[in-house]
């Protein structure tokens, strides 16, 4: 299962070298990721019992984008771990690799923040590993 | 009464054409006035009874920031209303003039965001209008 | 002649009061103007001969947008002046008014930066003052 | 050899969960690395006929960071390569750990962006591997 967000470079993301700021990458990784689970698991995660705190993430660019591009992004689950798990996103601009994220999630009991494994009905929406 | 507040530009603020991102004068503007309103009235603004609402902005640029300056921003109340008031920012790089900012709050209580009128303990640690 | 922008608030622009912070609002706003701008004009402005400066900007909020909103952006001219011109945006999330934005530019030629009127064709292809 | 930088969190750059938005960190990164190199080797680093790609960043959390926090940022040397090379930002509040982010860069020729391993210089500027 691959979610597909598609997002246009705006102009002030780009920097003096005429490439979008590294920071960005981020910031549309992380949009990508929060509309896909809230169109998954719901506004909030909170009748799921259960919500996700940022661990670690990885970015490794391989091409530039800049004004004037979309870049479209596709996120899937990398791994399900015990209690944490992680989303991969690829972002390319017309078939062009541009980025390639690693984000690490701990899954937590949306009240108490108390790590926890996902829920069944969680793995079933967000989907199996991508092979 | 003048707070000063002093930032460099950083370098992802930068746009393509070497000039600081039009927005990002609005969070210099915040972060002065956020930064000035805590030191002088507490972390949070609880004890007074007040907060604040922004309602309107007018920023007015009279020559370019760029990668290497340090802003040096001038913040004091330009109006005090019957609920609303106004605080003005001016921003330089070494004495030349950036930019000017009037912003304006309409003060609330805390807890509820009804309007009420700046307490008097808020107008003495803030300071009259500067003429 | 109004150019309509959508642009889905990102989790990241959303503040500790659940809020927009007001510094993306200029964001927002700069977006909806340059994609306009570019697509009337072409990707640069360059085959005019023809660029623009930011002068000014105000800004009015009447309602608040947070995690979750779309906001629509009405862009139009409101005033064409010898060198410099505005342009209003009007932002709402389903119908609601959230802003209202004016921002002030001067026209200036493309290589150069001095000032100078729109050229006839920018001025047909961005549309005569909205009543 | 360690470069410290220190920075306040601003109001617009902590989330609805009242912490630090996780792309602003990739920000701070970078205002840190950009500020050591460009005091150690110059403005600009046209004279060492050197400049910096980004190829890879790897941030990864071990506590928040939030409204009224100072960050201390201690950047170094951690690995020389051919022509690549990894910064290491150790970021802390009061002493205690927030983040740890190594990003990989790729030097470069000034002028042509063609790789190139970092010159004498500059290595003698920015300092060994710190153990």
Redesign the interface.
């Known amino acids: 299962m691959t979610f597909r967000h598609r997002l ?1 470079v ?3 993301e ?3 070298q ?1 490439v979008v ?7 549309y990784v ?2 990508t990721i ?2 896909w689970f ?1 169109e998954a698991l719901g ?1 909030s995660f909170q009748e799921h019992d259960w919500d996700v705190m ?8 391989s091409s530039p984008a800049g ?2 591009d979309t870049l479209d992004l596709d996120a899937a689950i990398d791994r399900w771990g015990n209690t944490s798990f992680d989303v991969r996103v690829d972002g390319a601009v017309d078939g062009r690799p541009v980025f390639t994220a690693v984000i690490t999630y701990v899954g937590v009991h949306f009240g108490t923040h108390t790590p926890r494994s996902a829920p069944d009905a969680v793995r079933a929406a967000l989907g199996d590993v991508v092979e």
Chains 1, 2, 3, 4 share one sequence.
């Open positions: 246009k705006r102009y002030g780009v920097d003096q005429g700021f590294n920071a960005h990458y981020l910031a992380d949009d929060d509309t809230r506004p940022l661990k670690k993430a990885v970015v490794e660019w004004l004037g």
